[in-house]
């Protein structure tokens, strides 16, 4: 799944200011609920400072969605966060979304709040990123899938993680980014496109605690792979079909996967996280793979 579209700037621009536009309106004026009581999953995403003023957007695109989650959560971590400041999301608490404290996870956030305190037999979990609109098949993709695979973690953005001839992993900047659907110990699932995890995977990320904090503390994609590992859970990489994404204007500056790439810090919490035994299941994994 592409983030924006592989078009002119210009064109690409118009698209997006359009797609804002109607997504401001109808928060101006729906009363449709954002969540739907019987669905099988919930959403939860995070925001923070001056994202808080966007962040709307993204729930309002999710909620326009031809699915709807069962719970729609948006955590914040701000102790002096106050939803009178906020008339976007203030209209979107009318019709079900959920704003909750947490203390600050960072990227976490979104994940690991949810597993500790709402997780529930029989609900998955989707989750969603703050600076991005969501295409209208979004949810019902991954509730599809989730379907069809309901033991494993699925996403629609992916790489495999890559090793050189000896078996030392690859740099992360040189792993596979992958086009097609792939499953297995070596898909390390992207959150930006959305991540379904079911209740398996929820309870076993609650049990491991806050370990992340120290070893893993920016990249959660990195420490969700190892969850998963160790809790032979299956990371699935499906079809997004012609879906793509748009990234809201002004929360792109410093995203925090280009600071951990660029600066290396997914290669050393990636090392930090990872012991022979599940790199090995790793290398078996893409010796297997499609290359």
Avoid at 12 to 31: D, E, M, P
Avoid at 85 to 95: C, D, F, K, Q, T
Wanted: charged share 20%.
């Amino acid at each position: 799944m592409l983030v924006d579209p592989p078009s002119s700037t210009l064109k690409r621009q118009f698209g997006k200011a359009r797609r804002l536009a109607a997504l401001k309106a109808r928060n101006l004026s729906s009363r449709r609920p954002v969540i739907d009581p019987n669905a099988t999953v919930d959403v939860s995403l995070t925001s923070f400072g001056e994202r808080l003023e966007t962040v709307g957007y993204a729930v309002e695109s999710i909620a326009q969605g031809s699915a709807l989650p069962r719970r729609f959560v948006l955590w914040v971590s701000d102790p002096d966060f106050d939803l009178a400041g906020y008339p976007m999301l203030r209209r979107l608490v009318s019709r079900g979304l959920e704003i909750r404290t947490t203390e600050d996870y960072g990227p976490y956030k979104k994940s690991y709040p949810y597993a500790t305190e709402l997780r529930e037999p029989g609900i998955g979990l989707v989750t969603a990123d703050d600076d991005a609109l969501y295409p209208e098949g979004w949810l019902r993709g991954l509730q599809h899938s989730a379907l069809e695979h309901p033991e494993d973690v699925i996403g629609f953005r992916a790489a495999a993680v890559s090793f050189d001839a000896a078996g030392k992993p690859l740099p992360y900047a040189r792993w596979r980014r992958l086009e097609q659907p792939e499953s297995g110990a070596h898909v390390l699932l992207t959150g930006v496109a959305g991540i379904y995890y079911p209740y398996a995977f929820l309870t076993q990320l609650a049990a491991h605690g806050e370990e992340f904090r120290t070893v893993c503390p920016s990249a959660d994609d990195l420490w969700m792979h190892r969850i998963s590992l160790l809790a032979g859970i299956t990371p699935r990489m499906v079809a997004s079909g012609s879906m793509y994404l748009l990234s809201i204007p002004k929360t792109q500056q410093n995203p925090l996967h280009k600071v951990n790439v660029s600066q290396g810090r997914n290669d050393l919490q990636f090392a930090a996280i990872s012991t022979e035994n599940e790199l090995q299941k790793m290398r078996i994994s893409a010796q297997g793979s499609v290359k």
